[in-house]
């Protein structure tokens, strides 16, 4: 079986009396994408919040590399190679595609913020910036304005962002929201390449594209792993179907 990338043991983490996420530990393995999926309000977001550090958990431990990072800072965790893309579009949509580009290195070198003009000069940047802009198929709109850009193009942005920090796991929040059919199936062919660069742990509510993408899905209800399987197992699991797919598996 593969390296094992990041996991999580025993995740909990309750609001008041409500317990968001309870003891979930999952893996995430070199060379692979794995699903969570679940209805509204099962705890995905708050689980990720977890992973990266946003959010502390009441117990449990998150894992990067083999190390324990569940002190770590969200800076630190990216740092050490946790790359991530947002629910919420994070660009600065005034600024280039490039220039955005740009703004992911040097994050990823711990520059301080208030320096980013002067350092577009800087080739080392600038060349981190392209190879990624490159990876996701941007590279002929380097210098157009991101405000200007399709949903779907600032999505391949966001992923060249994360790209520019080298990530060794990824965390995606549902990068298929907004996209229509074509832009779905652009990103799902691209995170299918992608997954060999850098395993994905990946939250999405478009069953077609986990369905096409996961090598395994987990599947959260009320806060607790109720399955984890390949497709075909999630799709057979009669607690899944009662508990979520229903009819859709
Ligand atoms: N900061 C918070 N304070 C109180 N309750 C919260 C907070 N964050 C989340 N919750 C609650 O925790 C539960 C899990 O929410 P979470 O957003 O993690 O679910 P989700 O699976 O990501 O949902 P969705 O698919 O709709 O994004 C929900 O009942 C939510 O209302």
């Known amino acids: 079986m593969s390296e094992v990338v990041l996991a999580t043991y025993g995740l909990s983490k ?17 060379g692979e ?38 002190d770590w800072s969200i800076q630190a965790r990216a740092r050490a190679g946790l790359g991530r893309t947002f629910q919420i579009s994070q660009l600065a949509m005034e600024d280039t595609v490039l ?6 290195a040097i994050g990823a070198e711990g ?6 003009r002067p350092a577009l000069n800087t080739a080392e940047l600038t060349e981190r910036a392209e190879a990624a802009l490159d990876r996701v198929g941007l590279e002929g709109l380097r210098d157009m304005r991101c405000a ?24 995606m929040d549902e990068p298929m929201a907004g996209l229509g059919a074509e832009g779905s ?23 077609d594209a986990v369905f ?21 197992e999630i799709r057979a699991s009669k607690a899944v179907r009662d508990a979520y797919l229903g009819d859709a598996a």
């Open 212 to 232: 096409a993408l996961a090598d395994r899905i987990s599947v959260l209800v009320y806060g607790q792993i109720i399955a984890t399987g390949t497709a075909a």
């Open 148 to 171: 200007n850009l399709s949903h779907g193009q600032r999505r391949q942005l966001e992923v060249a962002v994360a790209l520019t920090l080298r990530p060794r796991a990824f965390i």
């Open 33 to 70: 994408i794995h699903a969570i999926i679940g209805p509204n309000g099962a705890g995905k977001s708050t689980l990720i919040q977890q992973i990266c550090g946003a959010l502390r958990p009441d117990s449990g431990r998150v894992e990067l590399l083999g190390r324990d990072v569940s």
């Open 14 to 30: 309750s609001f008041g009396a409500l317990k968001a996420t309870q003891d979930v530990s999952i893996e995430l393995r070199m």
């Open 111 to 116: 520059t301080p913020w208030r320096f980013w």
């Open 185 to 207: 199936r652009t990103m799902t062919g691209f995170l299918d390449q992608l997954r060999d660069e850098a395993p994905i742990l990946l939250v999405e509510h478009d069953m």
């Open 99 to 104: 220039e955005n580009a740009v703004l992911g």
